[in-house]
């Protein structure tokens, strides 16, 4: 028996919370790497929806690891969690790319909505390709920090928890945006559906004539 010569256990780092692998990381890369690995495709999902470009959103998400790793050492968590961090600092690499390159700000909605928003409200459904439209035109009227935070939810799959931290407010805050949020698109789905009702006559009469 070579009991000497035995290596300890390593340990299984993709078991720990992200508040202790952000203590070893900063001595330990294995340590950061899982971090990376934890949330690389959520903080890639959340850049690209919001420059519309698979190229730029792959050289951004690489600039929030690049930036995160680089000033780890001095991260404390102090009410906002490692993961939270991360979408501040791409929320931030992500502004300044568009104000740089003078950009409009691109949501590519279609692949949006078929990623899991889905709007319920009475005899609205996003099935039919002209309802679908008409939610499409909704989200793009809305204010840019809502449409932010359906991001969050539909594409990241946060929780109101998690999304105020990332835009720093509170839990009840973001549940009241969201609320106002959903209010505000069947408002704009309604008065859409009102428009084409009151055109109808008149696209009749033209046809007609």
């Keep these: ?19 202790e692998l952000v203590e070893l990381a900063k001595d330990n890369q294995e340590a950061f790497g899982v ?5 690389v495709e959520k903080i890639y999902k959340y850049i690209y929806y919001r420059t519309g470009n698979h190229q730029d959103a792959e050289d ?20 906002v969690p490692f993961q939270a961090w991360l979408y501040r600092i791409a929320h931030n690499l992500v502004a300044n790319w568009h104000r740089d390159r003078s950009r409009r700000k691109i949501i590519p909605l ?15 459904h996003t099935e039919d390709q002209e309802e679908r439209e008409q939610l499409l035109r909704a989200i793009t009227n809305l204010p840019e920090e809502r449409q932010q935070l359906l991001m969050l939810k539909f594409v990241s799959h946060l929780s109101n928890a998690e999304i ?3 835009l720093d407010r509170t839990e009840g805050a973001i549940k009241s945006l969201y609320h106002r949020t959903l209010l505000a698109l069947r408002d704009d ?4 559906q009102s428009g084409r009702a009151a055109d109808a006559p008149e696209r009749r009469k033209s046809v007609k004539g």
Excluded: C
């Design 189 to 192: 789905i309604e008065m859409q």
């Design 35 to 39: 971090l990376y690995e934890r949330y």
């Design 60 to 79: 951004l998400t690489a600039g929030v690891f690049y930036r995160a790793m680089a000033h780890i050492e001095n991260y404390t968590e102090r009410g």
């Design 110 to 124: 279609e692949e949006f909505v078929s990623s899991g928003l889905h709007f319920d409200a009475p005899d609205s």
């Design 1 to 19: 028996m070579k009991l000497f010569n035995r290596h300890p256990k390593q340990k299984d780092l993709t078991r720990l919370d992200d508040a």
């Design 164 to 166: 105020g931290d990332i």
